[in-house]
Protein backbone atom coordinates (compact mmCIF):
# COMPACT_ATOMS: atom_id res chain seq x y z
CA UNK A 1 0.00 0.00 0.00
CA UNK A 2 0.98 3.45 -0.85
CA UNK A 3 1.51 5.46 2.04
CA UNK A 4 0.85 9.55 2.31
CA UNK A 5 3.91 11.17 2.82
CA UNK A 6 3.14 14.89 2.95
CA UNK A 7 6.31 17.33 2.84
CA UNK A 8 6.78 19.52 5.57
CA UNK A 9 3.30 17.61 7.24
CA UNK A 10 4.15 18.91 10.75
CA UNK A 11 5.18 22.18 10.53
CA UNK A 12 2.09 22.29 7.67
CA UNK A 13 -0.46 20.48 10.34
CA UNK A 14 0.85 23.33 13.01
CA UNK A 15 0.36 26.15 10.37
CA UNK A 16 -3.14 25.40 9.13
CA UNK A 17 -4.55 23.95 12.38
CA UNK A 18 -5.82 27.19 13.45
CA UNK A 19 -8.16 27.58 10.44
CA UNK A 20 -9.39 23.97 10.26
CA UNK A 21 -10.59 23.56 13.33
CA UNK A 22 -11.50 26.96 13.99
CA UNK A 23 -13.74 26.65 16.89
CA UNK A 24 -12.81 23.24 19.67
CA UNK A 25 -15.10 21.11 21.81
CA UNK A 26 -14.52 23.66 24.58
CA UNK A 27 -17.63 25.95 24.63
CA UNK A 28 -18.54 24.10 21.88
CA UNK A 29 -22.41 25.48 21.71
CA UNK A 30 -21.38 29.00 22.38
CA UNK A 31 -18.87 29.15 19.79
CA UNK A 32 -21.15 27.24 17.33
CA UNK A 33 -23.88 30.56 18.20
CA UNK A 34 -21.71 33.08 17.95
CA UNK A 35 -19.34 32.03 15.08
CA UNK A 36 -20.24 29.13 13.06
CA UNK A 37 -24.02 29.98 12.82
CA UNK A 38 -23.83 33.33 11.94
CA UNK A 39 -21.73 32.45 9.11
CA UNK A 40 -23.79 29.72 7.78
CA UNK A 41 -26.48 31.88 7.76
CA UNK A 42 -24.82 33.85 4.93
CA UNK A 43 -25.62 30.78 2.66
CA UNK A 44 -27.84 31.07 -0.78
CA UNK A 45 -29.56 28.08 -1.43
CA UNK A 46 -31.62 27.15 -4.34
CA UNK A 47 -32.53 24.06 -5.97
CA UNK A 48 -32.07 22.11 -9.38
CA UNK A 49 -33.45 19.07 -10.51
CA UNK A 50 -32.00 15.77 -10.52
CA UNK A 51 -32.62 12.66 -12.78
CA UNK A 52 -36.38 12.16 -13.44
CA UNK A 53 -36.62 16.13 -12.48
CA UNK A 54 -36.21 15.14 -8.67
CA UNK A 55 -35.30 18.62 -6.91
CA UNK A 56 -32.48 18.75 -5.07
CA UNK A 57 -31.53 21.06 -2.68
CA UNK A 58 -28.31 22.88 -2.62
CA UNK A 59 -26.54 25.44 -0.58
CA UNK A 60 -23.43 27.69 -1.37
CA UNK A 61 -20.99 29.60 -0.12
CA UNK A 62 -19.36 32.08 -2.67
CA UNK A 63 -15.91 33.24 -1.96
CA UNK A 64 -15.08 36.50 -4.61
CA UNK A 65 -11.18 36.25 -3.04
CA UNK A 66 -11.42 32.00 -3.47
CA UNK A 67 -7.71 30.38 -3.39
CA UNK A 68 -10.63 27.78 -4.98
CA UNK A 69 -13.81 25.62 -4.43
CA UNK A 70 -14.40 22.67 -2.48
CA UNK A 71 -17.84 20.34 -3.37
CA UNK A 72 -18.83 18.77 -0.17
CA UNK A 73 -20.44 15.63 -0.65
CA UNK A 74 -22.22 14.17 1.86
CA UNK A 75 -23.22 11.08 3.55
CA UNK A 76 -26.34 8.38 3.44
CA UNK A 77 -29.40 9.88 5.77
CA UNK A 78 -27.39 13.58 5.83
CA UNK A 79 -28.37 16.73 4.84
CA UNK A 80 -26.24 20.16 4.42
CA UNK A 81 -27.37 21.57 7.74
CA UNK A 82 -25.44 18.91 9.26
CA UNK A 83 -22.01 20.59 8.27
CA UNK A 84 -21.77 24.01 9.23
CA UNK A 85 -19.29 23.57 11.37
CA UNK A 86 -17.34 21.79 8.23
CA UNK A 87 -18.43 24.38 5.68
CA UNK A 88 -16.79 27.22 8.50
CA UNK A 89 -13.78 25.22 8.89
CA UNK A 90 -13.17 25.44 4.91
CA UNK A 91 -14.40 28.73 4.15
CA UNK A 92 -12.11 30.15 6.60
CA UNK A 93 -9.14 28.51 4.57
CA UNK A 94 -10.37 30.97 1.32
CA UNK A 95 -12.37 28.47 -0.66
CA UNK A 96 -15.99 29.11 -1.76
CA UNK A 97 -18.39 26.05 -0.74
CA UNK A 98 -20.75 24.16 -2.30
CA UNK A 99 -22.81 21.41 -1.61
CA UNK A 100 -26.12 19.75 -1.96
CA UNK A 101 -28.96 17.16 -0.07
CA UNK A 102 -28.61 13.65 -2.57
CA UNK A 103 -32.22 12.58 -3.50
CA UNK A 104 -34.44 11.04 -0.84
CA UNK A 105 -32.91 12.69 2.05
CA UNK A 106 -32.40 16.15 3.67
CA UNK A 107 -33.83 18.80 2.30
CA UNK A 108 -34.33 17.05 -0.94
CA UNK A 109 -37.03 15.55 -2.90
CA UNK A 110 -38.19 12.11 -2.12
CA UNK A 111 -38.41 9.32 -4.08
CA UNK A 112 -40.89 6.67 -2.21
CA UNK A 113 -44.11 7.76 -0.46
CA UNK A 114 -42.25 6.39 3.39
CA UNK A 115 -39.67 9.81 3.92
CA UNK A 116 -37.31 7.59 6.20
CA UNK A 117 -35.91 4.64 4.39
CA UNK A 118 -32.87 5.16 1.81
CA UNK A 119 -34.18 4.60 -1.56
CA UNK A 120 -32.83 4.84 -5.02
CA UNK A 121 -33.55 3.55 -8.28
CA UNK A 122 -30.14 3.11 -9.65
CA UNK A 123 -27.09 4.49 -7.67
CA UNK A 124 -25.69 6.11 -10.68
CA UNK A 125 -28.85 8.44 -10.19
CA UNK A 126 -26.56 9.74 -7.46
CA UNK A 127 -23.54 10.31 -9.99
CA UNK A 128 -25.33 11.86 -12.77
CA UNK A 129 -27.13 14.38 -10.01
CA UNK A 130 -23.64 15.25 -8.97
CA UNK A 131 -22.48 15.85 -12.35
CA UNK A 132 -25.64 18.34 -13.11
CA UNK A 133 -25.06 20.20 -9.53
CA UNK A 134 -21.28 20.65 -10.86
CA UNK A 135 -22.30 21.46 -14.57
CA UNK A 136 -24.77 24.19 -13.93
CA UNK A 137 -24.19 25.20 -10.00
CA UNK A 138 -20.92 25.30 -9.36
CA UNK A 139 -19.23 25.97 -12.59
CA UNK A 140 -21.63 28.56 -13.07
CA UNK A 141 -19.02 30.44 -11.29
CA UNK A 142 -15.17 30.20 -12.96
CA UNK A 143 -12.98 28.74 -10.09
CA UNK A 144 -9.35 28.63 -9.82
CA UNK A 145 -9.33 25.05 -8.55
CA UNK A 146 -12.30 22.53 -8.21
CA UNK A 147 -11.74 19.89 -5.25
CA UNK A 148 -14.19 17.04 -3.39
CA UNK A 149 -14.66 16.50 0.20
CA UNK A 150 -16.60 13.85 1.07
CA UNK A 151 -17.90 11.43 3.31
CA UNK A 152 -19.36 7.93 3.55
CA UNK A 153 -21.84 6.89 0.88
CA UNK A 154 -20.48 10.86 -0.45
CA UNK A 155 -17.11 8.94 -0.89
CA UNK A 156 -18.76 6.26 -2.85
CA UNK A 157 -20.37 8.37 -5.15
CA UNK A 158 -17.12 10.42 -5.81
CA UNK A 159 -15.32 7.61 -6.06
CA UNK A 160 -17.81 6.83 -9.11
CA UNK A 161 -17.61 10.34 -10.32
CA UNK A 162 -13.92 10.10 -10.30
CA UNK A 163 -13.74 7.48 -12.65
CA UNK A 164 -16.35 8.85 -15.39
CA UNK A 165 -15.20 12.34 -15.44
CA UNK A 166 -11.36 11.68 -14.42
CA UNK A 167 -10.87 15.57 -15.38
CA UNK A 168 -13.74 17.33 -13.47
CA UNK A 169 -11.34 18.19 -10.15
CA UNK A 170 -7.92 18.60 -8.77
CA UNK A 171 -7.85 16.40 -6.03
CA UNK A 172 -10.25 14.26 -4.34
CA UNK A 173 -10.75 13.56 -0.23
CA UNK A 174 -12.43 10.97 0.75
CA UNK A 175 -13.31 10.32 4.80
CA UNK A 176 -14.48 7.12 5.80
CA UNK A 177 -15.73 6.63 1.90
CA UNK A 178 -18.31 3.54 1.36
CA UNK A 179 -16.22 1.53 -0.44
CA UNK A 180 -17.51 -1.75 1.44
CA UNK A 181 -20.66 -1.96 3.45
CA UNK A 182 -20.49 -4.79 6.75
CA UNK A 183 -23.09 -7.61 5.91
CA UNK A 184 -22.74 -9.77 8.61
CA UNK A 185 -23.72 -12.49 9.72
CA UNK A 186 -23.76 -12.63 5.46
CA UNK A 187 -21.54 -12.80 3.06
CA UNK A 188 -21.53 -10.03 0.89
CA UNK A 189 -22.65 -12.32 -2.27
CA UNK A 190 -25.45 -13.93 0.53
CA UNK A 191 -26.62 -10.47 1.17
CA UNK A 192 -27.07 -9.49 -2.40
CA UNK A 193 -29.66 -12.46 -2.79
CA UNK A 194 -31.18 -11.79 0.06
CA UNK A 195 -32.24 -7.87 -0.77
CA UNK A 196 -32.81 -9.06 -4.67
CA UNK A 197 -35.29 -11.40 -3.70
CA UNK A 198 -37.16 -9.59 -1.42
CA UNK A 199 -37.04 -6.52 -4.49
CA UNK A 200 -38.52 -9.42 -6.75
CA UNK A 201 -41.29 -9.90 -4.06
CA UNK A 202 -42.15 -6.40 -4.10
CA UNK A 203 -40.67 -5.56 -0.88
CA UNK A 204 -38.07 -2.86 -2.44
CA UNK A 205 -39.12 0.18 -1.04
CA UNK A 206 -39.01 -1.71 2.51
CA UNK A 207 -36.22 -1.78 5.17
CA UNK A 208 -33.56 -4.37 4.54
CA UNK A 209 -33.07 -6.95 7.22
CA UNK A 210 -31.60 -5.54 10.53
CA UNK A 211 -32.41 -2.15 9.51
CA UNK A 212 -34.84 0.29 11.18
CA UNK A 213 -36.86 3.31 11.07
CA UNK A 214 -35.14 6.69 12.88
CA UNK A 215 -34.98 6.21 16.59
CA UNK A 216 -35.46 9.68 18.06
CA UNK A 217 -34.95 8.56 21.90
CA UNK A 218 -31.05 7.31 20.43
CA UNK A 219 -28.40 8.89 22.93
CA UNK A 220 -24.83 9.61 22.56
CA UNK A 221 -23.89 6.43 25.20
CA UNK A 222 -25.14 4.17 22.38
CA UNK A 223 -24.28 6.01 18.91
CA UNK A 224 -21.79 4.47 16.51
CA UNK A 225 -20.81 7.53 14.88
CA UNK A 226 -18.62 10.23 16.82
CA UNK A 227 -16.59 9.95 20.17
CA UNK A 228 -17.43 14.19 20.81
CA UNK A 229 -20.36 14.45 23.04
CA UNK A 230 -21.00 18.02 21.47
CA UNK A 231 -21.13 17.66 18.17
CA UNK A 232 -23.01 14.52 18.13
CA UNK A 233 -25.54 16.72 20.44
CA UNK A 234 -25.43 19.30 17.78
CA UNK A 235 -26.04 16.94 14.95
CA UNK A 236 -28.71 14.86 17.12
CA UNK A 237 -30.75 18.39 17.87
CA UNK A 238 -31.11 19.59 14.16
CA UNK A 239 -33.09 16.34 13.53
CA UNK A 240 -34.96 16.90 16.80
CA UNK A 241 -35.88 20.00 15.36
CA UNK A 242 -36.67 18.83 12.24
CA UNK A 243 -38.57 15.70 11.94
CA UNK A 244 -38.74 16.14 8.00
CA UNK A 245 -34.93 15.42 7.61
CA UNK A 246 -35.26 12.22 10.15
CA UNK A 247 -34.16 9.25 8.01
CA UNK A 248 -34.17 5.63 9.21
CA UNK A 249 -32.35 2.61 8.04
CA UNK A 250 -31.93 1.24 4.29
CA UNK A 251 -34.27 -0.07 2.03
CA UNK A 252 -33.98 -3.37 0.18
CA UNK A 253 -33.41 -1.32 -2.79
CA UNK A 254 -30.77 0.95 -1.67
CA UNK A 255 -28.48 -2.00 -0.29
CA UNK A 256 -28.80 -3.72 -3.51
CA UNK A 257 -27.45 -0.44 -5.04
CA UNK A 258 -24.73 -0.21 -2.92
CA UNK A 259 -23.43 -3.39 -3.28
CA UNK A 260 -23.62 -3.37 -6.55
CA UNK A 261 -21.92 0.14 -6.50
CA UNK A 262 -19.26 -0.58 -4.12
CA UNK A 263 -18.13 -3.86 -6.49
CA UNK A 264 -17.73 -1.62 -9.46
CA UNK A 265 -15.50 0.67 -7.34
CA UNK A 266 -13.23 -1.94 -5.65
CA UNK A 267 -13.00 -3.76 -9.65
CA UNK A 268 -12.15 -0.18 -11.25
CA UNK A 269 -9.61 0.78 -8.25
CA UNK A 270 -6.75 0.55 -11.11
CA UNK A 271 -8.55 3.13 -13.41
CA UNK A 272 -9.44 5.72 -10.89
CA UNK A 273 -6.60 8.61 -12.22
CA UNK A 274 -7.39 11.30 -9.99
CA UNK A 275 -4.65 12.22 -7.19
CA UNK A 276 -6.82 11.68 -3.92
CA UNK A 277 -6.58 11.17 -0.07
CA UNK A 278 -8.46 8.95 2.24
CA UNK A 279 -9.07 9.11 6.00
CA UNK A 280 -10.21 5.89 8.05
CA UNK A 281 -11.90 5.34 11.30
CA UNK A 282 -10.33 2.00 12.86
CA UNK A 283 -13.48 2.07 15.08
CA UNK A 284 -16.22 1.87 11.73
CA UNK A 285 -19.65 0.29 12.22
CA UNK A 286 -20.79 1.88 9.05
CA UNK A 287 -18.17 1.48 6.20
CA UNK A 288 -15.42 -1.57 6.19
CA UNK A 289 -11.91 0.01 6.60
CA UNK A 290 -10.26 -2.70 4.88
CA UNK A 291 -12.31 -1.92 1.40
CA UNK A 292 -10.61 1.60 1.66
CA UNK A 293 -7.15 0.19 2.32
CA UNK A 294 -8.26 -2.05 -0.93
CA UNK A 295 -9.18 0.65 -2.66
CA UNK A 296 -6.13 3.12 -2.28
CA UNK A 297 -3.78 0.37 -2.70
CA UNK A 298 -5.41 -0.21 -6.44
CA UNK A 299 -5.68 3.19 -6.90
CA UNK A 300 -2.54 4.91 -8.90
CA UNK A 301 -2.77 8.60 -6.93
CA UNK A 302 -4.69 7.39 -4.07
CA UNK A 303 -3.15 7.14 -0.40
CA UNK A 304 -4.26 6.69 3.41
CA UNK A 305 -3.72 9.82 5.03
CA UNK A 306 -4.79 9.27 8.18
CA UNK A 307 -5.88 6.00 9.99
CA UNK A 308 -7.12 7.45 13.39
CA UNK A 309 -7.56 3.63 15.52
CA UNK A 310 -10.07 5.31 18.12
CA UNK A 311 -12.22 6.90 15.24
CA UNK A 312 -15.73 6.39 14.70
CA UNK A 313 -17.38 6.57 11.32
CA UNK A 314 -17.62 10.33 11.30
CA UNK A 315 -14.33 11.44 11.62
CA UNK A 316 -15.20 14.69 10.38
CA UNK A 317 -17.26 15.05 13.38
CA UNK A 318 -14.60 13.75 16.03
CA UNK A 319 -12.98 14.74 18.59
CA UNK A 320 -10.75 18.26 18.22
CA UNK A 321 -7.53 15.65 17.86
CA UNK A 322 -8.91 13.82 15.05
CA UNK A 323 -10.66 16.66 13.04
CA UNK A 324 -7.32 19.09 13.68
CA UNK A 325 -4.88 16.43 11.94
CA UNK A 326 -7.81 15.20 8.95
CA UNK A 327 -8.65 19.29 7.98
CA UNK A 328 -4.90 20.04 8.38
CA UNK A 329 -3.62 17.52 6.00
CA UNK A 330 -6.83 17.95 3.84
CA UNK A 331 -5.86 21.22 3.48
CA UNK A 332 -2.42 20.68 3.06
CA UNK A 333 -3.45 18.24 0.20
CA UNK A 334 -5.29 20.74 -1.60
CA UNK A 335 -3.07 23.47 -1.53
CA UNK A 336 -0.59 21.42 -2.90
CA UNK A 337 -2.82 20.12 -5.80
Not at 64 to 80: F, K, L, M, Q, S
Not at 127 to 147: C, P, S
Not at 239 to 259: D, R, T
Not at 267 to 284: E, L, N, R
Request: proline content about 5%; charged content about 15%; some cysteine.
Amino acid sequence: MKTMILMTAALGALMISGQAMAISEQNYAQDMASEVMPFYATGVTGTFNGVDNIPLSYIKFENPNEIGAIVIVNGRTETYDFYAEPIYDLAQAGYSIYTYDHRGQGHSGRLIPDSEPSYVKNFDDYVTDMKTFVDTIVNAKAHKKLYVFSHSMGGAISALYGLKYPTDFNAYVLSSPMFGIPTQPYSTFEAHAIVDWNILIGQGASYAKGQTPYDPTETFANNILTTSEPRWDTRHAILIANPSLQMGGASNKWVSEALSATSTIQSKASSFTPKAIVFQAGQDKVVVPAAETQFCSAAPSCSLAGSYPNGYHELIREQDYIRSDLYAKALQFFSEN
